[in-house]
């Protein structure tokens, strides 16, 4: 037994969203909708690359105070 909405959608689920989203939004906004979903994506992707960059800023400022303290301790 096969699942229609299984863990990644196939050829015949795609044709069904696909189908839904027309029904759903109208042919006329689906590049509007594109566009938008491609911009909010972009954005998520920018947040969550500064979020990592701020990350590993701190784990290098963390280990270069514990450089410092353990020159300190060995001095």
Partial sequence: ???LFG???GGPEML???LIVVLLFGANKLPQLARSSGQA???FKKGREEIE???R???A???ADAAV???KASA
């Fill in 1 to 3: 037994m096969t699942l």
């Fill in 7 to 9: 863990m990644l959608p």
């Fill in 16 to 18: 069904v969203i696909l």
């Fill in 41 to 43: 994506m972009g954005e």
């Fill in 53 to 55: 960059h701020e990350l």
């Fill in 57 to 59: 800023e701190a784990a």
């Fill in 61 to 63: 400022d963390a280990d």
């Fill in 69 to 71: 303290e353990e020159s």
